[in-house]
Each structure stands twice: as structure tokens, then as C-alpha cells.
Nanobody, 114 residues
Framework: QVQLVESGGGLVQAGGSLRLSCAAS????????MAWYRQAPGKQREVVAT???????NYVDSVKGRFTISRDNAKNTVSLQMNGLKPEDTAVYYC????????WGPGTQVTVSS
């Protein structure tokens, strides 16, 4: 079955960096788009970044120039490099794919202190 497992979250000061990773299994990774979403307390889940099977990426305006999504098809992983973190980036971050249906990982907490 499809499985997504995130790692790399934590507590960081404003201006700092974190790198999230998502290990994927149960589907043909290289043929599917992947995405990172986040959900802050009291807010709706929002898409942060997407990457197509061909490596084309897109970002929500609030993270453009600070976050970079990448994928390693040999390792079945997708990553999110987050630089210049702000307190408003605090959220649970989720890995997502719609391969064989919509699947989410359990999420990883990112907390940015001011």
C-alpha cells in the first residue's frame, strides 16, 4: 500500500533553516507528482510546494524564494529545504501524493520562534 513518512521537523529560530524529507513507497514514485502541504493551528491545510514527475516545481507565494522542493527518484524521496523561516511558517507539514488515490503522511511539526 502507499506509504509516506515525513522527517526533519523541529524547533528553529526565525531566520533559520530546516530540511524536511518524505520517504515514499507502494507506488511508482518516478511517475507521480508529489507535494508538501502544511496546516497551522486553526487554519485550513494549504499546499506549500509541488513537483511534477519531470521535476517542475511550483510554490505558494508566501514561500517563494525561501523554500525549495526537490525529488530523488533513485531513493523514492521528496524533500523541502526551508530557509529564512518565519514564525508564520509554524505548522504541521505533510507529504502528499495522488498516486492511486489521495495519500498523506502523518506529518512533521515545524515550529519557528521569534
Amino acid at each position: 500500500q502507499v506509504q509516506l513518512v515525513e522527517s526533519g521537523g523541529g524547533l528553529v529560530q526565525a531566520g533559520g533553516s530546516l530540511r524536511l524529507s518524505c520517504a515514499a513507497s507502494g507506488f511508482i514514485f518516478r511517475m507521480n507528482a508529489m507535494a508538501w502541504y502544511r496546516q497551522a493551528p486553526g487554519k485550513q491545510r494549504e499546499v506549500v510546494a509541488t513537483i511534477t514527475s519531470g521535476g517542475y516545481s511550483n510554490y505558494v507565494d508566501s514561500v517563494k524564494g525561501r523554500f525549495t522542493i526537490s525529488r530523488d527518484n533513485a531513493k523514492n524521496t521528496v524533500s523541502l529545504q526551508m530557509n529564512g523561516l518565519k514564525p508564520e511558517d509554524t505548522a504541521v507539514y505533510y507529504c502528499y501524493t495522488n498516486a492511486r488515490g489521495a495519500y498523506w503522511g502523518p506529518g512533521t511539526q515545524v515550529t519557528v520562534s521569534s
